[in-house]
Protein backbone atom coordinates (compact mmCIF):
# COMPACT_ATOMS: atom_id res chain seq x y z
CA UNK A 1 0.00 0.00 0.00
CA UNK A 2 1.01 3.45 -0.88
CA UNK A 3 1.06 6.54 1.42
CA UNK A 4 -1.75 7.66 -0.96
CA UNK A 5 -3.58 4.98 -0.23
CA UNK A 6 -2.87 4.88 3.68
CA UNK A 7 -4.05 7.89 3.70
CA UNK A 8 -7.68 7.46 2.25
CA UNK A 9 -6.29 8.07 -1.55
CA UNK A 10 -7.10 4.95 -3.84
CA UNK A 11 -5.76 5.33 -7.65
CA UNK A 12 -8.49 3.34 -9.66
CA UNK A 13 -7.16 0.49 -11.92
CA UNK A 14 -3.65 1.17 -10.51
CA UNK A 15 -2.38 -2.27 -11.88
CA UNK A 16 -3.70 -2.58 -15.27
CA UNK A 17 -3.06 0.60 -16.18
CA UNK A 18 0.75 0.65 -15.06
CA UNK A 19 0.39 -3.16 -17.12
CA UNK A 20 -1.74 -1.02 -19.91
CA UNK A 21 1.08 1.43 -20.10
CA UNK A 22 4.05 -0.84 -20.56
CA UNK A 23 6.96 1.33 -18.84
CA UNK A 24 10.25 1.42 -20.45
CA UNK A 25 12.81 3.13 -17.76
CA UNK A 26 13.97 6.12 -19.62
CA UNK A 27 10.87 6.60 -21.38
CA UNK A 28 8.54 9.67 -21.53
CA UNK A 29 5.11 9.41 -20.00
CA UNK A 30 2.00 11.81 -19.73
CA UNK A 31 -0.39 11.66 -16.99
CA UNK A 32 -3.34 13.77 -18.44
CA UNK A 33 -5.45 13.61 -14.97
CA UNK A 34 -2.66 14.22 -12.07
CA UNK A 35 -5.49 14.85 -9.25
CA UNK A 36 -3.43 13.64 -6.43
CA UNK A 37 -0.87 11.64 -8.16
CA UNK A 38 -1.68 8.00 -7.19
CA UNK A 39 -1.04 7.29 -10.96
CA UNK A 40 1.94 9.41 -11.36
CA UNK A 41 3.57 8.19 -8.43
CA UNK A 42 3.59 4.78 -9.68
CA UNK A 43 4.83 5.68 -13.12
CA UNK A 44 7.43 7.54 -11.57
CA UNK A 45 8.42 5.14 -9.32
CA UNK A 46 8.73 2.86 -12.62
CA UNK A 47 11.20 5.19 -14.39
CA UNK A 48 15.18 5.69 -14.27
CA UNK A 49 17.12 8.39 -13.84
CA UNK A 50 16.38 9.49 -17.81
CA UNK A 51 12.90 8.77 -17.93
CA UNK A 52 10.45 11.93 -17.91
CA UNK A 53 6.49 12.39 -16.63
CA UNK A 54 4.77 15.48 -17.69
CA UNK A 55 1.05 15.51 -15.92
CA UNK A 56 -1.52 17.83 -16.33
CA UNK A 57 -4.59 19.22 -14.24
CA UNK A 58 -7.08 21.83 -15.02
CA UNK A 59 -7.96 22.33 -11.09
CA UNK A 60 -5.26 24.33 -9.34
CA UNK A 61 -5.42 22.64 -6.12
CA UNK A 62 -4.19 19.82 -8.03
CA UNK A 63 -1.63 21.57 -9.19
CA UNK A 64 -0.54 22.64 -5.88
CA UNK A 65 -0.68 19.35 -4.57
CA UNK A 66 1.78 18.20 -7.76
CA UNK A 67 4.41 20.34 -6.82
CA UNK A 68 4.45 20.17 -3.10
CA UNK A 69 4.03 16.28 -3.38
CA UNK A 70 6.74 16.50 -6.38
CA UNK A 71 9.24 18.86 -4.97
CA UNK A 72 12.88 17.99 -5.84
CA UNK A 73 11.87 15.39 -8.57
CA UNK A 74 13.83 16.46 -11.73
CA UNK A 75 12.01 13.62 -13.84
CA UNK A 76 8.56 15.39 -13.28
CA UNK A 77 7.05 18.44 -14.62
CA UNK A 78 3.16 19.70 -14.11
CA UNK A 79 1.01 21.72 -15.70
CA UNK A 80 -2.06 23.82 -15.25
CA UNK A 81 -4.36 23.39 -18.06
CA UNK A 82 -7.03 21.04 -19.38
CA UNK A 83 -5.94 18.18 -21.31
CA UNK A 84 -7.51 19.41 -24.66
CA UNK A 85 -4.65 21.69 -24.56
CA UNK A 86 -2.15 18.30 -25.03
CA UNK A 87 -0.29 19.27 -28.27
CA UNK A 88 0.56 22.98 -28.05
CA UNK A 89 2.00 21.70 -24.31
CA UNK A 90 3.72 18.97 -25.28
CA UNK A 91 5.01 20.70 -28.70
CA UNK A 92 6.45 23.45 -26.48
CA UNK A 93 8.38 21.07 -24.37
CA UNK A 94 9.59 19.63 -28.15
CA UNK A 95 8.11 15.95 -26.92
CA UNK A 96 5.88 15.94 -30.16
CA UNK A 97 5.88 12.18 -31.46
CA UNK A 98 8.03 11.22 -28.12
CA UNK A 99 5.57 10.10 -25.43
CA UNK A 100 6.01 6.40 -24.79
CA UNK A 101 2.30 6.42 -23.01
CA UNK A 102 -0.57 8.63 -22.31
CA UNK A 103 -3.20 8.07 -19.54
CA UNK A 104 -6.04 9.71 -18.62
CA UNK A 105 -8.14 8.67 -15.55
CA UNK A 106 -11.08 10.48 -16.11
CA UNK A 107 -14.14 12.41 -14.14
CA UNK A 108 -13.40 14.07 -10.80
CA UNK A 109 -10.86 13.29 -8.01
CA UNK A 110 -12.31 12.29 -4.14
CA UNK A 111 -11.12 16.01 -2.78
CA UNK A 112 -13.02 17.72 -5.75
CA UNK A 113 -16.70 15.29 -4.53
CA UNK A 114 -15.65 15.62 -0.96
CA UNK A 115 -15.16 19.68 -0.89
CA UNK A 116 -18.43 20.99 0.07
CA UNK A 117 -17.06 24.41 -1.53
CA UNK A 118 -16.28 23.14 -5.25
CA UNK A 119 -20.10 21.82 -5.55
CA UNK A 120 -19.74 18.53 -6.88
CA UNK A 121 -22.10 16.74 -4.66
CA UNK A 122 -25.81 16.97 -3.66
CA UNK A 123 -25.27 15.24 -0.52
CA UNK A 124 -23.55 18.81 1.23
CA UNK A 125 -24.78 22.20 0.82
CA UNK A 126 -22.22 24.25 -0.75
CA UNK A 127 -22.41 26.71 -3.88
CA UNK A 128 -23.53 25.41 -6.69
CA UNK A 129 -20.06 26.03 -9.02
CA UNK A 130 -19.16 22.21 -10.48
CA UNK A 131 -15.92 24.01 -12.55
CA UNK A 132 -12.84 21.66 -12.53
CA UNK A 133 -10.99 25.20 -13.15
CA UNK A 134 -12.55 27.93 -11.35
CA UNK A 135 -10.22 30.24 -13.07
CA UNK A 136 -12.31 30.23 -16.00
CA UNK A 137 -15.95 29.51 -17.56
CA UNK A 138 -19.58 29.87 -15.56
CA UNK A 139 -20.44 27.83 -12.52
CA UNK A 140 -23.19 25.76 -13.11
CA UNK A 141 -25.47 27.95 -11.23
CA UNK A 142 -24.41 30.64 -13.78
CA UNK A 143 -25.09 28.83 -16.81
CA UNK A 144 -28.48 27.22 -15.10
CA UNK A 145 -29.12 30.93 -14.88
CA UNK A 146 -28.92 32.20 -18.01
CA UNK A 147 -29.24 29.03 -20.82
CA UNK A 148 -32.82 28.50 -22.74
CA UNK A 149 -35.03 25.94 -21.20
CA UNK A 150 -34.95 23.76 -23.78
CA UNK A 151 -30.96 23.67 -23.79
CA UNK A 152 -30.98 22.97 -20.09
CA UNK A 153 -33.70 20.04 -20.65
CA UNK A 154 -31.35 19.01 -23.51
CA UNK A 155 -28.10 18.87 -21.14
CA UNK A 156 -29.92 17.06 -18.43
CA UNK A 157 -31.54 14.29 -21.17
CA UNK A 158 -28.28 13.82 -23.09
CA UNK A 159 -25.72 13.88 -19.84
CA UNK A 160 -27.81 12.74 -17.43
CA UNK A 161 -30.31 10.36 -19.02
CA UNK A 162 -32.53 11.95 -16.87
CA UNK A 163 -36.66 10.79 -17.38
CA UNK A 164 -38.09 14.19 -16.07
CA UNK A 165 -35.32 16.47 -17.91
CA UNK A 166 -38.61 18.56 -19.26
CA UNK A 167 -40.45 19.17 -15.84
CA UNK A 168 -37.01 19.73 -14.04
CA UNK A 169 -36.11 22.48 -16.82
CA UNK A 170 -39.01 23.93 -16.37
CA UNK A 171 -38.98 24.21 -12.39
CA UNK A 172 -35.70 25.92 -13.00
CA UNK A 173 -36.94 28.08 -15.60
CA UNK A 174 -39.86 29.41 -13.54
CA UNK A 175 -37.76 29.50 -9.92
CA UNK A 176 -35.34 31.48 -12.02
CA UNK A 177 -37.08 34.31 -12.44
CA UNK A 178 -38.34 34.41 -8.69
CA UNK A 179 -34.64 34.60 -7.75
CA UNK A 180 -31.34 32.28 -9.00
CA UNK A 181 -30.35 28.85 -8.13
CA UNK A 182 -27.10 29.45 -5.54
CA UNK A 183 -26.44 26.31 -3.72
CA UNK A 184 -26.56 22.72 -4.13
CA UNK A 185 -29.19 22.24 -1.46
CA UNK A 186 -31.74 24.07 -3.59
CA UNK A 187 -30.62 22.58 -6.29
CA UNK A 188 -31.24 18.68 -5.13
CA UNK A 189 -34.65 19.77 -3.99
CA UNK A 190 -36.15 21.98 -6.62
CA UNK A 191 -35.53 18.31 -8.50
CA UNK A 192 -36.96 15.95 -5.51
CA UNK A 193 -40.04 18.53 -6.15
CA UNK A 194 -40.19 18.06 -9.52
CA UNK A 195 -39.73 13.95 -10.08
CA UNK A 196 -42.62 12.48 -9.71
CA UNK A 197 -41.17 8.87 -9.43
CA UNK A 198 -38.28 8.20 -6.93
CA UNK A 199 -35.46 5.57 -8.23
CA UNK A 200 -35.27 2.70 -5.11
CA UNK A 201 -30.98 3.57 -3.47
CA UNK A 202 -30.82 6.91 -5.84
CA UNK A 203 -31.03 10.18 -5.20
CA UNK A 204 -33.26 11.78 -7.76
CA UNK A 205 -30.64 14.63 -7.92
CA UNK A 206 -27.66 12.16 -9.51
CA UNK A 207 -28.64 12.18 -12.70
CA UNK A 208 -28.71 16.33 -12.61
CA UNK A 209 -25.91 16.91 -10.99
CA UNK A 210 -23.86 14.19 -13.28
CA UNK A 211 -25.80 15.87 -16.48
CA UNK A 212 -24.50 19.74 -15.19
CA UNK A 213 -21.08 18.60 -14.66
CA UNK A 214 -20.80 17.51 -17.66
CA UNK A 215 -22.15 20.70 -19.40
CA UNK A 216 -20.09 23.25 -17.08
CA UNK A 217 -16.94 21.42 -18.25
CA UNK A 218 -17.29 20.71 -21.15
CA UNK A 219 -15.95 17.00 -20.53
CA UNK A 220 -17.18 15.34 -23.36
CA UNK A 221 -15.61 17.79 -25.84
CA UNK A 222 -12.35 17.51 -23.55
CA UNK A 223 -12.61 13.41 -24.31
CA UNK A 224 -12.59 13.84 -27.96
CA UNK A 225 -9.97 16.63 -28.26
CA UNK A 226 -7.34 14.97 -26.06
CA UNK A 227 -8.08 11.70 -28.53
CA UNK A 228 -7.37 13.42 -31.61
CA UNK A 229 -4.42 14.78 -30.25
CA UNK A 230 -3.37 11.59 -29.28
CA UNK A 231 -1.79 10.68 -32.31
CA UNK A 232 0.20 13.30 -32.75
CA UNK A 233 1.71 13.46 -29.25
CA UNK A 234 2.80 9.40 -28.89
CA UNK A 235 5.51 7.67 -30.49
CA UNK A 236 5.67 4.88 -32.35
CA UNK A 237 4.63 2.02 -30.14
CA UNK A 238 3.40 4.66 -27.94
CA UNK A 239 0.32 3.24 -25.02
CA UNK A 240 -2.67 5.43 -24.87
CA UNK A 241 -4.48 4.43 -21.28
CA UNK A 242 -8.27 5.51 -20.87
CA UNK A 243 -10.04 5.10 -17.70
CA UNK A 244 -13.95 5.69 -18.27
CA UNK A 245 -16.49 5.88 -15.64
CA UNK A 246 -19.55 5.90 -17.20
CA UNK A 247 -20.81 4.79 -20.56
CA UNK A 248 -20.74 8.71 -22.42
CA UNK A 249 -17.03 8.69 -22.02
CA UNK A 250 -16.78 5.26 -22.82
CA UNK A 251 -18.60 5.15 -25.67
CA UNK A 252 -16.49 7.66 -27.52
CA UNK A 253 -13.18 6.33 -26.51
CA UNK A 254 -14.50 2.81 -27.87
CA UNK A 255 -15.15 4.07 -30.90
CA UNK A 256 -12.30 6.40 -31.45
CA UNK A 257 -10.00 3.60 -30.47
CA UNK A 258 -11.76 1.25 -32.81
CA UNK A 259 -12.31 3.79 -35.96
CA UNK A 260 -8.80 4.09 -35.83
CA UNK A 261 -7.32 0.35 -35.74
CA UNK A 262 -9.73 -0.65 -38.29
CA UNK A 263 -7.80 -3.31 -40.27
CA UNK A 264 -8.18 -4.34 -44.22
CA UNK A 265 -9.48 -7.63 -42.91
CA UNK A 266 -12.57 -5.63 -41.52
CA UNK A 267 -13.54 -4.61 -45.32
CA UNK A 268 -15.65 -5.21 -47.28
CA UNK A 269 -14.01 -7.98 -49.59
CA UNK A 270 -14.86 -6.28 -53.03
CA UNK A 271 -13.16 -2.85 -51.70
CA UNK A 272 -9.70 -2.68 -53.91
CA UNK A 273 -7.84 -1.47 -51.10
CA UNK A 274 -3.98 -2.77 -49.95
CA UNK A 275 -2.90 -2.27 -46.27
CA UNK A 276 -0.50 0.07 -47.51
CA UNK A 277 -3.08 1.95 -48.55
CA UNK A 278 -5.00 2.03 -45.27
CA UNK A 279 -2.94 2.30 -42.64
CA UNK A 280 -4.03 1.68 -39.22
CA UNK A 281 -3.30 4.34 -36.68
CA UNK A 282 -3.56 2.43 -33.17
CA UNK A 283 -3.54 -1.71 -32.45
CA UNK A 284 -6.25 -2.87 -29.57
CA UNK A 285 -4.23 -4.09 -26.78
CA UNK A 286 -6.72 -6.48 -25.26
CA UNK A 287 -10.39 -5.80 -24.51
CA UNK A 288 -12.04 -3.77 -22.05
CA UNK A 289 -10.97 -4.31 -18.44
CA UNK A 290 -12.96 -3.68 -15.01
CA UNK A 291 -11.64 -3.32 -11.96
CA UNK A 292 -10.73 -6.37 -9.94
CA UNK A 293 -13.09 -8.20 -7.44
CA UNK A 294 -10.66 -7.01 -4.42
CA UNK A 295 -10.85 -3.75 -5.85
CA UNK A 296 -14.26 -3.10 -5.70
CA UNK A 297 -14.27 -4.54 -2.24
CA UNK A 298 -11.85 -1.72 -1.05
CA UNK A 299 -13.03 0.88 -3.04
CA UNK A 300 -16.54 1.29 -4.33
CA UNK A 301 -15.99 4.49 -6.54
CA UNK A 302 -14.26 1.76 -8.96
CA UNK A 303 -17.45 0.01 -9.95
CA UNK A 304 -18.01 1.51 -13.17
CA UNK A 305 -14.42 2.14 -14.20
CA UNK A 306 -13.95 0.66 -17.59
CA UNK A 307 -10.10 0.85 -19.07
CA UNK A 308 -9.16 0.46 -22.16
CA UNK A 309 -5.71 0.12 -24.28
CA UNK A 310 -4.16 0.81 -27.41
CA UNK A 311 -0.84 1.39 -28.94
CA UNK A 312 -0.04 3.89 -31.71
CA UNK A 313 1.32 2.07 -35.25
CA UNK A 314 3.45 1.55 -36.70
CA UNK A 315 4.05 -0.69 -33.79
C1 LIG B 1 -10.24 10.89 -11.29
S1 LIG B 1 -9.20 12.22 -10.94
C2 LIG B 1 -7.60 11.57 -11.24
C3 LIG B 1 -7.02 10.88 -10.07
C4 LIG B 1 -5.57 10.52 -10.26
N1 LIG B 1 -5.38 9.53 -11.28
C5 LIG B 1 -4.98 10.06 -8.97
O1 LIG B 1 -4.60 8.87 -8.85
O2 LIG B 1 -4.89 10.85 -8.05
C6 LIG B 1 -9.41 13.25 -12.31
C7 LIG B 1 -8.60 14.53 -12.29
O3 LIG B 1 -8.53 14.99 -13.63
C8 LIG B 1 -8.75 16.35 -13.69
N2 LIG B 1 -9.36 16.61 -14.99
C9 LIG B 1 -10.57 16.21 -15.42
N3 LIG B 1 -10.78 16.63 -16.66
C10 LIG B 1 -9.67 17.30 -17.04
C11 LIG B 1 -9.27 17.96 -18.23
N4 LIG B 1 -10.08 18.05 -19.28
N5 LIG B 1 -8.04 18.50 -18.27
C12 LIG B 1 -7.19 18.42 -17.20
N6 LIG B 1 -7.54 17.83 -16.04
C13 LIG B 1 -8.75 17.27 -15.97
C14 LIG B 1 -9.66 16.67 -12.53
O4 LIG B 1 -9.48 18.01 -12.12
C15 LIG B 1 -9.18 15.66 -11.48
O5 LIG B 1 -8.21 16.23 -10.65
Not at 66 to 85: K, L, N, T
Not at 219 to 239: C, D, F, K, T
Request: net charge neutral; aromatic share 6%; with cysteine.
Amino acid sequence: MTDLMASGHYPVMLDEAIEGLAIKADGAYIDATYGRGGHSQAILSRLGANGRLLAFDRDIEAVLDARQRMAGESRFDVVHSAFGQLSDIVNERGLLGKIDGLLCDLGVSSPQIDSTERGFSFRANGPLDMRMDQSRGMSAAQWLQTAAEEDIRQVLFDFGEERYARRIARAIFARREVSPLTTTAELRELVIKASPKKERHKDPATRCFQALRIQVNDELGEIRRLLEQALSVLAPAGRLVVISFHSLEDRIVKRFMRSHSRQIDDLPRDIPLTAQAMPSQLKLIGKARRASQRELEENPRSRSAILRVAERCPC
